[in-house]
């Protein structure tokens, strides 16, 4: 049996040709021939060009590209931990085709000069897209709303916006912030902690916290900003 999904023509080169995989872990194992970037057949017993690479999938279960919307690359700014060649690296061992590069870099990605030279930097190392994640607020501050419409606008193409590990605590920025997210179609991930109810914060507040005299972090620090 054969699914023909991609374009029927299997004459375009180069190809690579999976043996005996299980798709999504399920069925029987199959036959994957891929090729143009696009898969050209799935079946059992399926014929190859004679240069296609042929790579055994027996005992191996095949997805789709994960997505990692959290992710730290640390450029610019922070090379010596990470840089995007390097996270590009590991996010493409780990079978990821896509990560999201949290904003808190140095200098913060609260401008499309920053976002759209990390869109870049992730097509030229090449391995999987980095999509740049624009700051809400400039520089993480909580103070002023970044450009969050020139950051979409830009090659990078900005598409969610977020402050990391800070909160927008202030009700009326984060007003904003949704405000333009509705208008320019784009999502803004919120770290709901309000920081004033949890200063010197280690356990969650309730009696066994009270017992060993630890501060606690109460339920109404993440709640107050949900709603
Ligand atoms: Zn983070």
Redesign the pocket.
């Known amino acids: 049996m054969t699914n023909v999904i991609g374009t029927g023509d299997y004459s375009v080169t180069p190809q690579v040709l999976i043996r005996n995989v299980l798709v999504y872990g399920e069925g029987d194992p199959v036959d994957v021939l891929l090729g143009d970037e696009q898969i050209l057949a799935i079946g059992s017993g399926l014929e190859a060009h004679t240069d296609a690479e042929v790579i055994d999938g027996a005992g191996q279960v095949l997805l789709p590209g994960f997505v990692d919307l ?3 690359l640390r450029e610019p700014g922070r090379e010596d931990t990470e840089t995007i060649d390097s996270g590009s690296a590991a996010a493409a061992l780990g079978g990821y085709t896509a990560v999201f590069a ?1 904003a ?1 870099t140095n200098p913060v990605a609260d401008s499309v000069v920053v976002t759209d030279h990390v869109w870049r930097r992730g097509q030229e190392v090449g391995l999987v897209d980095v999509h740049p994640v624009g700051a809400v607020t400039v520089g993480l501050a909580g103070k002023q709303l970044a450009e969050m419409g020139t950051m979409a606008a830009g090659v990078g193409r900005v598409r969610m916006f977020s402050d ?2 800070h909160c927008v605590y202030d009700p009326l920025i984060m007003r904003r912030a949704l405000e333009y997210a509705g208008t320019l179609g784009v999502l803004v991930a919120q ?1 709901a902690e309000e920081p004033r109810l949890t200063v010197g914060a280690v356990a969650h507040e309730g009696p066994t916290a009270a017992r060993l005299g630890l501060t606690g972090w109460p339920r109404a620090a993440e709640e107050s900003i949900v709603a």
């Open positions: 959290h992710t730290h949290m808190n990391d590990g770290h």
